[in-house]
C-alpha cells in the first residue's frame, strides 16, 4: 500500500458523516483514513460504533474499495479512552491491549501507537508492549507513532523529543508509515492554533530522513490555502474529526424547526453532559456554540438517535448535511492539489 497518497484521515463522528465521506471519496477518487478515537469506536463501546460495527458498516458500503479508504486506529495507548479513567497503568495497558485485538480481528490497516498520557521514563517500555502486541496478530500491520494530544506547544519542545522517537521506531522500520508531530494547530469550536512554517520545515526534514512520512494532526477548520501551506511546508497528510461533528450538528441545530421538542431534549441534554468545555474557547459563554462543538458525543444516546431519525426523513436536512460535509472536505483535497 503506498501512503504516500492518503492525504486526509477523518474522525468516523457518526454513521451520516461516515457514508457521506465514503461518497465523496468515490466521487472524487479522493483516498481517505478514517481514524477512528478509543472513544469514537471500541471493543466494546464508542459513541459512534464498536470496532467491529465500524468495520463492517465501512466494508459494506457500495462506495468501500480498499486501495483507497483504510481503517485506522487512532491514538491507540493507555488512558486515550474515558473507559480508562481511573485505572492503574497495568489495567490501562491491558484495556489497550482489546482495542488492539479487535483492531487486528478486524483488519484495520493502521495503528497508531500514542504513549504520550503516561510518564516520560515508562513511554518506550509500554510502546514495545503495545507495537509487539499488534505484530503478533497482525506481522503485516502498518503503523503511526508519535505523540500528540490537542495542546498547541511550543513546537521547540516537541522538535526535541522527535529525535529520539524516531531512533525508537528504527525498530519497526518499514512498517511505521507515519510520524507525529506537533505543528502548532490547536483545535477547539475553531482553529485556533499557530502553524508556522519555518519551524515545522525543520521537524519535516527530520521526519522525512528517517523515510517516514509527516503527519500533522488537529488540523480541524482549514481554508484550502491553509492546507496548502502545510503541504508545501513538507506536511504528507493531516487528520480531522471534531469539525465533520460540528458540521452536522450545526445541520442539526439549523434544522431543529422539523421535530423542535425532540431537538430541545437532545440539545439540553448535550449542555448538561459537559463535553463542550474541551472544544471551546474560554471566551466562549453562547449554548449554541457550545452544542455544535459537543454534540457529536451524545448521537448514541437515545435521544439523539431519535432526533436523527426524525431528520433523516427530511430532504432539505440530508441535502445541507450532504453539501457541508462535501465543502469541508474539498479544503483538504484541493489544498493538497493546488
Partial sequence: MDFHKFKLGVGPMSESVVALCLEYSSYHKFPIMFIASRNQADYNSGYAFTTSDLADFVRS???????????????????????????????????CLKTIEADCNAN??????????????QQYDIARVLFNYVRKFKPDMAFEFGTEDNTGTNLKDSMQKLQQQLEFVEAYKPHVKFVVSQTGSLTKHIQAGNFDPSDNMQIAELIHNSGILFKEHNADYLSAAEVNLRKTTGVD???????????QSSVMLY????????????????????????????????????????????????????????????????????LRVYDALDQYRIGYEL
Avoid at 237 to 247: E, K, M, T
Avoid at 267 to 288: H, L, R, S
Fill in 61 to 95: 458500503s457500495e462506495y468501500y474499495d480498499p486501495n483507497r479508504v483504510l481503517l485506522c486506529r487512532d491514538h491507540c495507548g493507555p488512558y486515550f479512552s474515558d473507559n480508562d479513567d481511573g485505572l492503574s497503568l497495568n489495567d490501562a495497558v491491558e484495556s
Fill in 237 to 247: 497528510s493531516i487528520n480531522i474529526a471534531p469539525q465533520l461533528g460540528s458540521v
Fill in 108 to 121: 484495520f490497516d493502521l495503528i497508531h501507537v500514542d504513549v504520550s498520557r503516561i510518564e516520560d521514563e
Fill in 255 to 322: 434544522y431543529k424547526h422539523h421535530c423542535l421538542e425532540l431537538f430541545e431534549t437532545f440539545y439540553n441534554e448535550v449542555i448538561e453532559a459537559g463535553y463542550w468545555k474541551k472544544w471551546v474557547t474560554p471566551d466562549i459563554t453562547d449554548n449554541d456554540t457550545k452544542f455544535v462543538a459537543s454534540a457529536h458525543y451524545c448521537y448514541g444516546s437515545t435521544s439523539g438517535k431519535l432526533l436523527l431519525d426524525e431528520l433523516l426523513n427530511y430532504l432539505d436536512f440530508t441535502a445541507t448535511l450532504k
